[in-house]
């Protein structure tokens, strides 16, 4: 991780990339920074409407808060931003907010926000394909499999939606498989019926609210548009226009395969792959690792000092699951929806 950041200098022309910083419009990196923050309101909008549709009313300074607390933990914590759902999970709990509608309310942020994403990625990889040859077809292996595996995610969390008895036994298998490898508690099966069931609760109050799909797309794009238009304007106060497709392309791969990696945020990968991308597409190097790094640093970094900020305000501490939780939940869920099994003696 620190490592890009050290040697990457080292391995360009570093005066020749000073330069192009003492060198940088530095209104436009002003301007960067004011995009990147309308994308973290996409982001913070994005999740507010699925919470709204989902029945949970909360103020946007809260959303706000729960936000940016949440990417500082993913920020600086590995494990593919599991430390910022966490932070999430507790903070909605806070609000007494059941867990299986918190289950819902994180998996579709990161769903609509990631599947536009996706969209665009397969787009770049046909486009990489069509433009190299089909030569290149073997290089891009790990892209098409990434999609193939998302596609078949999706497709087999549609079919589990539609058979919630099965949806029930694959939670309690994976619920049994986890504690058997801690060999302790960490899941407790009690539970999962009343998850499940607000699960579905959740889901088909999302499913089933007008527009609602059109609108969590369009503020995930938001996020996207934003955030790729930052990138953009960094090129610009360097001195540098780089082709939009180009730019695109670099932004999307390195995103969609750098967020995989093990470092906090893709840290350090995401890099690696949009400098190699646009040294490949003809940006000189000096200029590819500055723009690459100086957005990062607005993208990735800056937002943690406000994020650590609002975790004080959230103040996201573990709460103990409410032994009825479960039985409101069977009361409320749909009986045709549920398909819950029958109660153990």
């Known amino acids: 991780m620190l490592a890009l950041y050290l040697l990457l200098p080292r391995l360009v022309d570093t005066q020749e990339t000073l330069q192009y910083v003492s060198r940088a419009r530095y209104a436009l990196l002003v301007l960067a920074v004011l995009l990147e923050v309308?994308?973290?309101?996409?982001?913070?909008?994005?999740?507010?409407?699925i919470l709204r549709v989902l029945d949970i009313r909360m103020r946007l300074r809260e959303v706000w808060a729960i936000t940016l607390s949440g990417l500082a933990v993913s920020h600086i914590l590995s494990a593919g931003g599991v430390g910022g759902w966490v932070v999430t999970y507790n903070a909605l709990m806070k609000h007494k907010v059941p867990h299986g509608i918190i289950f819902v309310a994180i998996a579709a942020q990161q769903f609509f926000n990631y599947v536009v994403l996706w969209f665009f990625f397969a787009l770049a990889i046909l486009y990489l394909i069509l433009v190299r040859g089909s030569d290149s077809i073997f290089g891009y292996l790990v892209g098409i499999v990434l999609i193939v595996l998302i596609l078949w995610l999706t497709l087999y969390g549609v079919y589990l939606y539609n058979r919630p008895t099965r949806l029930r036994l694959r939670v309690t298998q994976v619920a049994h498989a986890v504690n058997r490898l801690w060999r302790r508690e960490v899941i407790r099966e009690r539970h999962v019926d009343g998850w499940i069931d607000n699960l579905l609760i959740g889901m088909r109050r999302m499913v089933r609210h007008r527009g609602s799909f059109r609108t969590t797309l369009m503020l995930a794009a938001v996020f996207w548009f934003f955030d790729a238009l930052c990138l953009w304007v960094t090129f610009q106060a360097f001195g540098y226009t780089v082709g939009l497709g180009h730019l695109l392309v670099a932004y999307v791969v390195a995103y969609s395969i750098g967020t995989l990696a093990p470092t906090p945020g893709?840290?350090?990968?995401?890099?690696g792959?949009?400098?190699?991308?646009?040294?490949?597409?003809?940006?000189?190097s000096a200029v590819a690792v500055a723009v690459v790094l100086v957005y990062r640093i607005i993208n990735f970094w800056l937002p943690i000092p406000p994020g650590f900020v609002a975790y004080a305000i959230v103040r996201p501490g573990r709460k103990p699951i409410p032994d009825g939780e479960w039985q409101a939940a069977a009361s409320e869920a749909p009986e045709g929806l549920s398909g819950r099994r029958p109660d153990r003696p």
């Open 38 to 49: 309308a994308a973290l309101a996409g982001y913070a909008n994005l999740f507010r409407y």
């Open 266 to 271: 893709g840290l350090g990968a995401i890099e």
């Open 273 to 284: 792959l949009m400098i190699a991308l646009f040294v490949s597409f003809g940006v000189p």
